[in-house]
């Protein structure tokens, strides 16, 4: 059965989020054909296709097209298509195998040179469980980069929640851990280092538990393997300390 | 990036124009590579892998605002590469929102239908072809408001038409346009 422009009309609009209270009755009133339901979701299915869709065309244009070749002032749609050049053809394959090959020869490079380096990396990335983001102060004035902060934290934005927490001007030791943290899961390991040195802690203060694992966390990073294990050896004695058995089984493993 | 550039590249992104993302995908590409094989972040085939998708990545936190500043847009594509491989969730890539939303509608009539993959896969292939045979304006307001999820007033004000109102009816056409195109093409 072919729909009716007006039940074409409200399942666009429901999908768009974009029924008023009379269409909305309209419409539950035509939920109880199948037809109408087959529409619905055949065109809901359309719409999460799209995104799809646009990302393919996109990822077409980043690798088939250099981006020098792109008018600017031409509109897409009148755009004529244009086949390579040969010669082009030949360099752009040219120039991708001598990429290849220099990745391939950097990649072993690696492998042989420094057996260790990737070892230590991938310590630090197993054991670098970022810090559980605190509280979130919705709705306040009084600290929006804070909570702007924590937001972006908790979303795993880190660079921006690194970047509210550097606009705050008063850091506390907290702020200066969470900081380290989003540098870490962004692989910045020699700022993480620089961001918990220095800290001063009050007696039997947890946080310095959280900044001395943390620290180790970013040489490992750096692969700094003595500087690493001082730490750990530190931390894997302290019984108190929450992070005594992940430092126990990362000296286990650097023996 | 400066925040004036910035603000620029949001608006090409929006008008689909990718001159600028293209070139910043070539300028890094190498730089990443070379990064993420040396700090075994990823292998060669998943580096290819994830580098296309950073940069979509980067390209829709542009276009929804929660890219405000780029200071280092090589250590931003190195970090979300890192973050794909890790997490091996490309998902980010895959809404499935509206069909959620009307699979809950009809859970009350016992509709418990599963699409197969190759289904799926003709329909992106298709979805994607009735796209390119739509107008350039056209193209630019269903995936600013469907993908992208801009409001109408700020698709209006990003592609400089006068209203929300002008934006609204014309993504009514279009998208009517775009169904149509995927019916002739056989789903």
Redesign the interface.
């Known amino acids: 059965m072919k729909l009716s422009e007006k039940q ?1 009309d409200l399942i ?1 609009k429901y ?2 989020d974009g029924l008023n209270s009379s269409e909305k009755s309209d419409f539950n009133k035509h ?1 109880g054909s199948s037809d109408f ?1 087959e529409e ?20 077409d ?3 088939d ?3 020098l070749s ?1 008018v ?1 002032d031409e ?3 009148h755009r004529p298509h244009r086949s390579p050049h040969s010669s082009r053809r030949w360099l752009m394959l040219a120039g991708a195998f001598i ?2 090959g220099t ?2 020869w ?2 072993t490079q ?1 492998q042989e040179t420094q057996p260790k ?2 070892n230590l ?2 310590l630090a ?1 197993t054991y670098d469980t970022p810090l559980p983001p605190g509280q979130v102060l919705r709705g306040t004035d009084e600290q929006p980069a804070q909570s702007k902060a924590m937001q972006a934290y908790a979303n ?5 929640a690194l ?1 509210y927490f550097r606009s705050n001007t008063s850091q506390s030791v907290l702020d200066k851990i969470y900081m380290s943290n989003c540098l870490i ?4 390991f020699e700022e993480a280092k620089t961001t918990l040195k220095g800290m001063n802690f009050q007696k039997n203060d947890k946080l310095k538990d959280d900044a001395d694992w943390y620290m180790a966390i970013a040489q490992l990073g750096l692969e700094d393997e003595v500087g690493a294990k001082t730490i750990l050896s530190v931390i894997a004695q302290d019984s108190d300390n929450i992070y005594q058995a992940n430092a126990q089984k990362i000296l286990k493993k650097l023996k | 990036v400066t925040t004036q550039e910035l603000h620029i590249l949001k608006k090409d992104l929006i008008a ?4 600028t ?3 910043l ?2 300028e890094n590409k ?1 730089d990443c ?2 990064i993420l ?5 990823a292998s ?1 085939d998943q ?1 290819e892998q994830v580098y ?1 998708d950073a ?2 990545i980067l ?1 829709q936190n542009i276009i929804s605002g ?4 780029l200071t280092n847009p090589l ?2 594509l ?2 979300i590469c ?2 794909l491989v ?1 997490n091996e969730n490309r998902s980010q ?7 959620e ?3 809950l ?2 859970y009350n ?1 016992g ?1 418990n ?1 599963v ?1 197969d993959t190759a289904e ?1 896969t003709q ?3 298709i ?2 072809k009735a ?2 045979t739509l ?2 304006r056209c193209q630019q307001i ?2 600013a ?3 992208h999820r801009l409001r109408m007033k700020e698709i209006a004000e990003e592609l400089g038409l006068s209203s929300g109102d002008v934006a609204k009816t014309l ?2 056409r279009c ?2 346009s775009w ?1 149509s195109a ?1 019916k002739e093409l056989g ?1």
């Not at chain 2, 890539?93 to 069909?99: I, T």
């Open positions: 074409f666009h999908l768009s939920l339901r619905l979701m055949h065109q809901a299915r359309l719409i999460d296709s799209l995104a799809e869709a646009d990302a393919s065309l996109v990822r244009s980043l690798q097209k250099p981006h792109v600017k509109p897409t749609a990429f290849l990745a391939f950097l990649m690696n380096k990737s990396i991938q990335e795993e934005s880190y660079e921006e970047a899961q962004l692989g910045r | 689909r124009d990718h001159t993302l293209n070139s995908y070539a190498k590579f070379k094989l040396s700090k075994s972040y060669l580096a296309t940069i979509l390209r929660k890219v405000t500043e250590s931003y190195v970090s890192r973050n890790r890539l895959k809404k499935a929102k509206k069909e939303q009307v699979r509608l009809f009539n509709y239908e699409e799926k329909r992106i292939q979805c994607k796209l390119s107008t350039e269903l995936t408001y469907y993908v993504k009514s998208y009517k169904i995927v789903i």
